[in-house]
C-alpha cells in the first residue's frame, strides 16, 4: 500500500472536515529561549502545530497547556495565545501551518467548538503525522503557488488524522495487541515511504490473512 494513496483516501473519508484555504505553511526551528505573542504576530487565521523536538507551555484565555515532542496545538482566530519553549529542553522545532475554513459559497467562516480538536493533544502517531505535514510543506514551497491544492489536500489528510485519533476508542487485550501492530506497520510505511508496500506484505507481518488484515485494519484505523 503506497503512503500517498492511504492519505488521499483519508481525505475522501466522511470526517466532517471542512473546504480549508491554506495561508502560510512553515517549518518552524525556534530559538533555545523564545517566546510567541500571538497579538504581536498578527494571527488572524486558525493556527495548527505540530511539535517535532522541544516542549515548553501555551499560555491561553484563563489557562496555560504544556506541550512536549509530539504535541498537536491548535490555535483560534483572533485569541491571545503567548508561547513559551522550555530552555533546559531541546529548541522547539515544529510545523505550523495557518488557515481559514470555507463554506460553500468560499467565504471564511467558524466551524462550532464542538466540530474541532481540541487547543492541545498528543498525536498518537508522531512519524505518520509529522511525515504528512512534510509533504504539505513541500507542496506549498513550490513558486508561484503551483503545488497550493495539494498542499491543502495534505493538510486535511493531517486534520483528518487528528480527527480520528480523537474517535478512536480504547483498545484492550487482543484488541490492543492488534491495534499496537497495525501502529507500528504504518510506521514502517511511513519511515519508508518508497518502497513497496502490498497489502499481503501487511498481512503475512500480522500473522493473518489478507482479508482478516483488512476486516482489523478498518476496524481501529477506519479505512481500508
Known amino acids: 500500500m503506497d503512503l500517498c494513496i492511504t492519505i488521499l ?7 466532517g472536515i471542512q473546504q480549508i484555504r491554506l495561508n ?14 500571538s497579538e504581536k504576530m498578527g494571527w488572524s ?17 484563563g489557562a496555560e497547556t504544556s506541550f512536549r515532542e509530539g504535541g498537536c496545538i491548535l490555535f483560534r482566530p483572533r485569541e491571545h495565545y503567548i ?28 466551524p462550532p467548538a464542538e466540530a474541532l480538536p481540541s487547543l492541545y493533544r498528543q498525536a ?16 506549498w514551497r513550490r513558486p508561484n503557488h503551483a503545488g497550493r491544492p495539494e498542499a491543502e489536500l495534505w493538510f486535511r489528510a493531517a486534520l483528518t488524522e487528528v480527527l480520528n485519533q480523537d474517535q478512536r476508542p480504547l483498545h484492550r ?12 506497520i504504518c510506521a514502517s510505511i511511513s519511515d519508508a515511504p518508497g518502497a513497496p508496500h502490498t497489502v499481503e506484505q501487511m498481512a503475512q507481518r500480522f500473522g493473518a490473512s489478507r482479508y482478516h488484515f483488512s476486516r482489523v485494519f478498518k476496524r481501529i484505523k477506519g479505512m481500508t
Not at 498518537?124 to 507542496?139: K, P
Request: charged content about 25%; glycine content about 6%; hydrophobic content about 40%.
Open 9 to 15: 483516501y483519508y481525505c475522501a473519508m466522511r470526517n
Open 124 to 139: 498518537g502517531s508522531l512519524t505518520f503525522l509529522w511525515e504528512i505535514l512534510e509533504r504539505c510543506v513541500l507542496a
Open 24 to 37: 502560510r505553511v512553515n517549518r518552524n526551528p525556534c530559538p533555545a529561549e523564545w517566546v510567541l505573542d
Open 173 to 184: 487485550g487482543l484488541e490492543k495487541r492488534q491495534s499496537d501492530e497495525i501502529e507500528r
Open 83 to 110: 508561547v513559551r519553549s522550555n530552555p533546559k529542553d531541546h529548541p522547539v522545532l515544529a510545523i505550523s501551518v495557518h488557515y481559514d475554513y470555507l463554506d460553500a459559497a468560499g467565504a471564511v467562516f467558524a
Open 45 to 61: 487565521d486558525f493556527t495548527f502545530w505540530l511539535i517535532r523536538h522541544g516542549s515548553g507551555h501555551v499560555e491561553s484565555p
